[in-house]
């Protein structure tokens, strides 16, 4: 499937997707423009399509997802907080025909098996994240922060060193979460996580990431504040994973809440991938 | 909520030591046809859990009898090997995509905490003093 037509079948997920969004639990949309970058990605790395399953964590109204089953990934499962928007995400998959078994017309058909979860993921505001704290949204705020972090993490001691030392993903029990379910369950997981903007959320990107990590066995892809690019590479680098920028884009975050003074508000974001395990089908992946 | 996401399901509820399988006590299930994929069902069995499949299907495997009336309900034997015929990876497929808890409650093995199912979503959210 070709870029533009992935992007155009994404355009036509009905819209408005959100009609009282969340505000703590920072629910945006995420654009198809966007949503067909990271599916596009993440399909020439072999790591969604056919023969793959894939788990959507913070799915909200389900773009992601809906992209993951248009290319023809084999199961796709939905994981959100918001009962409201799990069930958006679920018209949104049937006003596409996805998963729905009506619309297989012959044997070869690529069908995706969907499948829907409510669960929170357990939150601890990190107090010692700026870069990502903070009231409100805009570029400028974020980059500034990000300056502020880097300045912490020097003063922290050694240069290059993580900034925070988490476990590496192999030790964080599963039960530690709050996700309920297996580490390593799907092979790849991909959110567009809160950026951690409302106060109370600080981190919680990391936090998502971090789960991600767990219940992927071969990618996840997640998007991030550019700003805090560096600090987040180490991060993943502490876990003992290699973490790539894919791309570098903007996020056109529309006008939904009273505090936003803009119309839409851009904040430049990078798409981040992170590899578990780049077996191809067939070899030896890890099980834990 | 299909049998192959229960068999990744474990309860984080404060206080669980293991977590899994998760009982299931099931109100209400359903049949629905998927197209069946022998490769995918043969890649997918390496990363499951047989036992918690054969320990699901016993737990819901008698209200399937009642409500289901399109299909016979397999019967999958104690254990699987490397070699699975065609008929049996068509067993396993019934059992893990097409079999579905529509309504019911999912039962943490170690706190007793019940999950609701509602329209086939399992509600897993905790309150903020069970995490």
């Known amino acids: ?288 | 909520m299909r049998l192959l996401t229960h068999n990744y399901m474990q309860s984080t509820v404060k206080g669980t030591e293991k977590g899994y399988p998760l009982k299931i006590e099931a109100d209400k299930v359903e049949y629905e046809e998927s197209p069946f994929d022998a490769e995918f069902v043969k890649a997918l069995i390496p990363k499951l859990n047989y036992e918690i499949l054969s320990f699901a299907l016993g737990q819901i495997v008698e209200k399937c009898k009642q409500d289901i009336e399109e299909v016979q309900i397999p019967e999958l034997p104690e254990n699987i090997g490397e070699d699975l015929d065609e008929e049996l990876l068509k067993k396993l497929h019934t059992v893990l995509f097409d079999l579905h808890v529509v309504e019911g409650h999912l039962i943490c093995p170690d706190t007793g905490r019940r999950f609701a199912i509602k329209m086939g979503i399992p509600n897993m959210v905790l309150h903020a003093d069970e995490m």
């Not at chain 1, 969907?114 to 939150?123: D, N, R, S």
């Open chain 1, 1 to 288: 499937m070709k870029l533009k037509h992935l992007q155009s079948a994404l355009s036509s997920v009905p819209t408005p997707q959100f009609t009282e969004p969340n505000i703590t639990l920072e629910q945006y949309a995420t654009s198809p423009e966007l949503t067909s970058y990271i599916i596009y990605a993440a399909l020439q790395n072999e790591d969604i399509g056919y023969g793959k399953s894939v788990l959507d964590l913070g799915s909200g109204t389900g773009m992601l997802s809906i992209g993951s089953a248009i290319v023809g990934s084999s199961s796709v499962l939905l994981v959100d907080c918001d009962e409201g928007a799990l069930s958006i995400a679920k018209e949104n998959m049937n006003e596409m025909g996805l998963g729905d078994v009506e619309e297989v017309e012959d044997d070869d058909d690529e069908f995706c098996q969907v499948e829907y979860m409510l669960a929170k993921l357990k939150h601890t505001p990190r107090k010692d994240i700026v870069g990502t704290g903070g009231r409100g949204g805009g570029k400028g705020r974020g980059r500034g922060k990000g300056r502020a972090n880097s300045r912490s993490n020097g003063g922290r001691g050694n240069k290059g060193a993580p900034a925070l030392p988490l476990q590496p993903p192999q030790k964080i029990g599963p039960l530690d979460d709050g996700i309920p379910l297996a580490s390593n369950c799907v092979d790849t997981c991909i959110t567009n996580p809160p950026f951690g903007t409302k106060p109370g959320n600080a981190g919680i990107d990391i936090t998502f990431l971090r789960t991600a990590v767990r219940l992927a066995r071969r990618s996840v892809y997640s998007f991030h504040k550019s700003s805090t690019r560096e600090y987040l590479l180490k991060t993943i680098e502490s876990w003992g994973y290699q973490g790539e920028v894919v791309a570098a884009m903007k996020f056109d975050i529309p006008k939904l809440y009273k505090f936003h003074s803009k119309d839409n508000v851009d904040v430049d974001v990078d798409l981040i991938r992170v590899i578990i395990n780049e077996e191809k089908e067939g070899g030896e992946e890890s099980q834990e």
